[in-house]
């Protein structure tokens, strides 16, 4: 029987991230989608498509390859500062799209709009139901979990599939403003080893990481909002954002957990790890402690000027450090100081949390606010 450890330290936890050598991110996953398959006489393959391409779960040199592309691209902050015009349009738009109402939820109304057309614009995702991608998307995060019931594999597969066919029918997204989208840039450079169809499935699992973005901004948001008024004061400025955002980070991390295998017999801590036995990353306890009370009803303390510990893993370490982590800070220093700003008396209705119910996310699904005079 395989043995599970269950890691609630943060040094512990950085060590399995970074541990490549003895330790794997997870790609039994393939192997056991298309074991189904053929057990049970079922067509999974566009779901096993979208698991060979997902970052999290590849390794070797084929990792390497497509890490390098998509940094290439769209990773760093120098490729990403040509894309920030585009951005700071966007966010003034969706700003403009809510100034007109008294009382909102900020995240069906603002946040999610706003996060869904920059990102499907830099990647190159063209979907005639942003609504409905968002749902098949947020099926991906499923994934993290092993050994999915085949009711739940064949959902996936079903969803993935129709998005797939739908973006592999058009042409690729044409330039904004001299910037090549993700999606157009990959099919203009042949990687060996990788179908059109591929390249695809990897942009659409690169959005789906996305949506993590999403719950962590909503706890921070959630966070400032339930914090004292000078909080909420130095939210408004950039200056505050820049310097407390990966503390901010840290406290809000909506990731619950992350898994990986052993390889090989090592020791961590003072854990005897055998061969195949299961590693789970514990986000929340590494981060907020072990009380197992939810760290969204838990009051936090935020200090003006004065916040510390920072250290925080929602992005990983290692070889699989997220991609996207560089225009994940940039929209949080763009969209926490501009909502503040432009509405300081923001308020919610209820300071108690509407929580997301998922497997892998702990967040708030709704922020039902009262804008108040700006």
Same mark, same amino acid.
């Given at each position: 029987m395989k043995r599970v450890h269950i890691i609630e330290e943060i040094d512990l936890a950085k060590e399995v991230f970074t541990s490549?050598?003895? %330790?794997?991110?997870? /790609?039994?996953?393939?192997?056991?989608?298309?074991?189904?398959?053929l057990k049970c006489n079922i067509d999974l393959s566009n779901l096993s498509c979208v698991v060979r391409n997902f970052p999290f779960f590849?390794?070797?040199?084929?990792?390497?390859?497509?890490?390098?592309k998509v940094l290439k691209h769209i990773g760093t902050n120098a490729k990403l500062a040509s894309w920030e015009p585009f951005i700071d349009k966007s966010l003034n738009e969706a700003l403009d799209n809510i100034k007109s109402k008294k009382? %909102?939820?900020?995240? /069906?109304?603002?946040?999610?709009?706003f996060l869904q057309k920059t990102t499907c614009t830099l990647l190159g995702i063209l979907t005639k139901d942003p609504i409905k991608f968002d749902k098949c998307t947020n099926l991906a995060e499923e994934l993290l979990n092993p050994l999915l019931p085949i009711r739940t594999l064949k959902k996936m597969d079903s969803a993935f599939t129709e998005f797939l066919e739908e973006v592999l029918s058009k042409e690729p997204a044409k330039e904004i403003?001299?910037?090549i989208p993700l999606l157009t840039a990959l099919l203009k450079e042949p990687i060996e080893g990788f179908s059109r169809k591929d390249i695809t499935a990897l942009v659409l699992v690169i959005y789906a990481g996305t949506i993590a973005l999403r719950h962590t901004l909503a706890n921070i948001i959630f966070r400032i909002l339930t914090s004292t008024k000078t909080i909420k004061q130095a939210a408004a400025r950039s200056e505050w954002v820049h310097a407390n955002l990966d503390y901010l980070i840290r406290e809000s991390v909506a990731v619950k957990k992350v898994s990986r295998l052993s390889k090989e017999p090592f020791t961590l801590g003072s854990l005897n790890i055998k061969k195949n036995d299961k590693l789970i990353i514990d986000l929340q306890a590494v981060h907020h402690g072990t009380s197992g009370q939810c760290p969204l009803h838990k009051?936090?303390?935020?200090?003006?000027?004065?916040?510390?510990?920072?250290?925080?893993?929602?992005?990983?370490?290692?070889?699989?450090f997220c991609l996207g982590v560089n225009y994940s800070k940039i929209i949080l220093e763009k969209i926490i100081p501009i909502l503040f700003k432009e509405y300081p008396n923001l308020a919610l209705q209820s300071v108690l949390p509407d929580l997301f119910e998922h497997s892998q996310m702990l967040s708030v699904k709704t922020l039902h606010c009262h804008l108040g005079d700006y």
């Open positions: 490549t050598d003895v %330790i794997s991110e997870g /790609a039994s996953m393939e192997s056991y989608i298309n074991e189904v398959q590849m390794e070797g040199n084929r990792h390497t390859i497509i890490r390098q009382q %909102i939820d900020l995240l /069906a109304d603002f946040v999610n709009p403003d001299g910037n009051n936090i303390n935020l200090k003006n000027e004065n916040l510390k510990d920072n250290s925080h893993l929602p992005f990983g370490r290692g070889s699989h």
